[in-house]
């Protein structure tokens, strides 16, 4: 490794350096990422937008260590991922709470399954750990639903809880897969605020990958553009509103036009796509 990577590692808490990906082998190979490199501060919240199939999810799996690299290097805390397992929080489209549970004990899952939270949990922090469960419930508004069963709360219940869920073991690193995006639209601003705090009380580093511009614009300090065949990120934007934001800013003329901006870039890549094939 040379000196300069050395350098940038100090200050990007994930980089990741001539990553390609590729799926599949001989005539049905998928290149799904073309040689990427992207850094994100410790702390720092980015979100990944751009047409469907155009590697998105594949860079949240290759952080996560969920997958190789085909080429390049993904480093998580200036460790090579795959060296020393991160401490990970995830939330899906899907809130995927066990139905068998109620809210209080599908949020502690990961504190039971988790090393080094396993072993305390198992010991001695039980009471400590259902303080910290009550706090995250009641930030993100479901104070008194931790005996409830998934079946019997909303969809946005749902999210708030896998949200609290992904939180509860103050995980490093926080990847959110379109988390918000079979919410109805009021429920999901409701979310971007409940995000907002968490990110903003908690702070961990977060990857959202979304298909809602606004939502980037909302939640994220920068925003990432990608095209498809192959994956690549074609734009990296600071987003310099101040927090916390509200959806009332959405409708600010620098707002709409960031918005507008990163739609002209995914359509124009999207038709240059469509031109080649
Ligand atoms: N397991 C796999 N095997 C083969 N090809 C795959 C696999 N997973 C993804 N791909 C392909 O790799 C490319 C990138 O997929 P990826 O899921 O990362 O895109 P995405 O931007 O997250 O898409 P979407 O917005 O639709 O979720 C796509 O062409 C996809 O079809």
Request: charged content about 25%.
């Given at each position: 490794?040379?000196?300069e990577v050395?350098?940038a590692?100090?200050?990007?808490y994930?980089?990741?350096?001539?990553?390609?990906?590729?799926?599949?082998?001989?005539?049905?190979?998928?290149?799904?990422?073309?040689?990427?490199?992207?850094?994100?501060?410790?702390?720092?919240?980015?979100?990944l937008?751009?047409?469907?199939?155009?590697?998105?999810?594949t860079?949240?799996?290759?952080?996560?260590?969920?997958?190789?690299?085909?080429?390049?290097?993904?480093?998580?805390?200036?460790?090579?991922?795959?060296?020393?397992?991160?401490?990970?929080?995830?939330?899906?489209?899907?809130?995927?709470?066990?139905?068998w549970?109620?809210?209080?004990?599908?949020?502690?899952l990961?504190?039971?399954?988790?090393?080094?939270f396993?072993?305390d949990?198992?010991?001695?922090?039980?009471?400590?750990?259902?303080?910290?469960?009550?706090?995250?419930?009641?930030?993100?508004?479901l104070a008194?639903f931790?005996?409830?069963?998934p079946?019997?709360?909303s969809g946005g219940?749902?999210?708030?809880?896998?949200?609290?869920r992904?939180?509860?073991?103050?995980?490093q690193?926080?990847?959110?897969d379109?988390?918000f995006?079979?919410?109805?639209?009021f429920?999901?601003?409701?979310?971007?605020?409940?995000?907002?705090?968490?990110?903003?009380?908690?702070?961990?580093?977060?990857?959202?990958?979304?298909?809602?511009?606004?939502?980037?614009?909302?939640l994220?300090?920068r925003?990432?553009?990608?095209?498809?065949?192959?994956?690549?990120?074609i734009?990296?934007?600071?987003?310099?509103?101040?927090?916390?934001r509200?959806v009332?800013?959405?409708?600010?003329?620098?707002?709409?036009s960031?918005t507008?901006?990163?739609?002209?870039?995914?359509?124009?890549?999207?038709?240059?796509?469509?031109?080649?094939?």
């Open positions: 490794m040379t000196t050395d350098a590692l100090d200050r990007s994930v980089q990741l350096d001539k990553v390609t990906h590729t799926y599949g082998r001989g005539e049905r190979q998928v290149r799904a990422l073309d040689e990427t490199d992207l850094r994100i501060d410790k702390g720092d919240f980015i979100a937008v751009g047409p469907s199939g155009c590697g998105k999810s860079i949240l799996k290759l952080v996560t260590g969920l997958m190789e690299a085909s080429t390049g290097y993904v480093f998580v805390a200036g460790r090579e991922v795959g060296a020393e397992p991160v401490r990970v929080g995830m939330a899906f489209q899907n809130p995927t709470l066990l139905p549970l109620n809210l209080r004990d599908n949020v502690m990961p504190l039971k399954i988790v090393p080094p396993r072993q949990y198992r010991a001695k922090r039980k009471t400590e750990f259902r303080d910290r469960i009550e706090a995250l419930l009641t930030q993100v508004g008194g931790g005996d409830k069963y079946w019997q709360l219940m749902l999210q708030r809880a896998s949200l609290c992904a939180l509860i073991h103050e995980p690193l926080l990847m959110l379109e988390p995006g079979a919410l109805d639209q429920t999901r601003e409701e979310l971007w605020a409940i995000m907002q705090e968490l990110w903003m009380t908690h702070r961990p580093t977060v990857l959202l990958v979304t298909h809602d511009l606004k939502e980037a614009a909302y994220a300090n925003i990432c553009v990608m095209a498809a065949r192959p994956g690549r990120i734009d990296d934007s600071v987003v310099p509103f101040a927090r916390p509200t009332a800013m959405s409708y600010d003329p620098e707002f709409v960031l507008q901006h990163l739609r002209e870039l995914i359509v124009s890549a999207r038709t240059t796509v469509e031109a080649q094939s």
